[in-house]
């Protein structure tokens, strides 16, 4: 049997599963949902992650497409009856939403269709009753329960947001008309001729502002039983995408246990949930199984503007995301009036969990994919250069680390520094200076982590190579020894002794007033 091709941009699971394409069965998942006689589910997940051909398989199960399933683990291991049931599919990707009234009027127009599609009247053009109306005169009519699926429910409100406060009004409006619409779902005579709601999007509002009163509504974006419901596993990679896995490590002269590392690296590490496995983003996975390249995928399909700008409106600490230690609560209270950057970028992919104390939930990047990007994009807006040949000089920082060329290395930090026009620069303090040595440095490409734990302190900066580490302090207005001898005295090193890697200490000392790197020193670290 020929192989099966790379799903590329297959969101519609008949051509999946039609089209000799790979599709990672998740149909036992499925099963979970559909146990109950009703249900009302809410699940977000980051873009790219796979919702939209979530919400094609679970339409064709609904519409009793059993030949779809033949192989899979829903057919194979349960007594599913496969009765067809009327399916109610709304994609808010394909509504235009530029104010409250297309929004209105989107949503009519597909309620319109879909009684067409159904050969069912429509008796209004007023929004609720013609949604209402639409469940209840599908149910008569078939005399089966019907099911609702909607398709990134919040891209009416996150496309507004980042804008200024004429868009965030839009977003404001724009959630009252989804308030109204899915309201609908609680009435008595609405929600008894359902049989399952699933709502999928990026983030998660407030229960309060956007689904009042579903109390019935289930969110298991957090839920570990379904952690892994989107996403490829460890286990599922290896099964589903061997060959292509072991053609990529030939294609880069990478033995296959290597070339797995790089993509765990690269691609792994999201988290959604307390204790769950790491999942990969599907989206960067098939891409490089085809290209045959590491590269970013994921983040040049959308950049996050609207979250560079409000981390620019509030000023916020771009070193502190790499360690970010928060409560349940703070996932929980999400709404335009009280947006929380760091549940922002954990929803939209951004940060993961790292781990989970029982209290505190810790955060970081996923993987360097998403860091280096990140950080890329974020130096690119918040560094403002005159050249942009200098402002792009970046990139060769990581070739002269790896290279242990430390005159040019300091040399390209300067040419940047030295190019950052006087009025910004002009009177900043050492975390000015830190946050840009570590967005340009963590841009370059290479594995950076800052503010490092030890059992004596916590090391400014360490980048990590496969044969050598890089353990620096930056000091500001004082001096290179200074910053040595408290590499030293806090046995900074000592972390990566046993790693089996050339260890090297790097002091620099930043003059406010000369706007630069003044002094630096370098030494090898030994075991005394």
């Not at 005399?143 to 947001?161: A, F, G, R, T």
């Not at 070339?259 to 999942?279: H, I, M, P, R, S």
């Not at 070739?399 to 950052?420: R, T, W, Y």
């Not at 890697?501 to 790097?506: C, L, N, P, Q």
């Amino acid at each position: 049997m020929a192989e099966k091709f790379l799903p590329l941009g297959i969101q519609d699971f008949e051509t999946m599963r039609t089209g000799n394409f790979v599709y990672v069965d998740k149909t036992e998942y499925i099963y979970k949902l559909i146990n109950p006689i009703q249900a009302f589910y809410f699940m977000s997940r980051p873009r790219r992650f796979g919702k939209s051909l979530l919400i094609s398989t679970l339409g064709y199960f609904f519409e009793g497409r059993r030949d779809l399933f033949e192989g899979l683990w829903i057919a194979e291991n349960t007594d599913w009856k496969w009765e067809k049931h009327p399916v109610v599919k709304i994609d808010f990707n394909a509504i235009d939403h530029n104010n409250a009234d297309e929004l209105k009027q989107g949503l009519l127009d597909r309620i319109a269709d879909i009684n067409k599609s159904y050969k069912v009247e429509l008796s209004t053009r007023q929004l609720s009753r013609s949604f209402s109306n639409l469940i209840i005169n599908l149910n008569k009519k078939y005399n089966q329960e019907v099911v609702i699926l909607v398709d990134e429910y919040d891209k009416p409100l996150i496309s507004h947001l980042g804008k200024g406060e004429k868009e965030l009004e839009i977003a404001k409006q724009n959630r009252d008309v989804l308030k109204q619409f899915f309201g609908v779902l609680k009435g008595q005579d609405v929600s008894g001729a359902l049989r399952l709601v699933f709502i999928t999007g990026v983030s998660k509002f407030s229960r309060v502002s956007i689904f009042s009163d579903l109390n019935n509504l289930r969110d298991l974006s957090m839920n570990s039983q379904f952690a892994n419901f989107l996403g490829y596993t460890e286990k599922e990679l290896k099964k589903y995408f061997c060959s292509y896995i072991q053609s990529l490590a030939d294609y880069m002269h990478l033995p296959y246990d290597k070339c797995l590392e790089n993509l765990q690296a690269w691609y792994n590490g999201y988290q959604f949930t307390k204790k769950a496995d790491k999942v990969y983003n599907p989206f960067s996975i098939l891409n490089v199984l085809q290209d045959k390249e590491f590269q970013n995928y994921w983040f040049e399909t959308g950049t996050p503007s609207f979250l560079v700008n409000l981390i620019k409106e509030r000023n916020y600490p771009i070193i502190e995301i790499e360690k970010l230690k928060l409560h349940e609560h703070s996932f929980t209270t999400y709404d335009l009036e009280n947006l929380r950057l760091e549940a922002l970028l954990f929803q939209t992919g951004y940060i993961t969990i790292t781990d989970y104390d029982n209290i505190f939930y810790s955060l970081s990047y996923p993987n360097q994919e998403v860091k280096k990007s990140f950080a890329d994009y974020i130096y690119s807006e918040l560094v403002e250069i005159r050249s942009p040949s200098l402002k792009d000089r970046y990139h060769l920082l990581a070739g002269h680390l790896q290279n242990k060329e430390f005159d040019e290395f300091i040399e390209v930090v300067n040419s940047i520094l030295a190019s950052i026009p006087y009025t910004h620069i002009a009177n900043q303090d050492e975390s000015y200076y830190h946050t840009i040595f570590y967005l340009m440095v963590s841009a370059s490409g290479v594995l950076v982590q800052t503010e490092v734990l030890t059992s004596l302190g916590r090391i400014d900066i360490a980048v990590e190579f496969n044969d050598k580490v890089y353990i620096i302090e930056l000091k500001c207005n004082q001096s290179a020894d200074k910053a040595i001898a408290q590499i030293k005295e806090k046995r900074y090193a000592e972390k990566y002794g046993s790693s089996g890697r050339d260890i090297f200490i790097i002091g620099i000392n930043f003059d406010t007033t000369e706007r630069n790197i003044t002094d630096w020193k370098w030494e090898m670290f030994t075991e005394n």
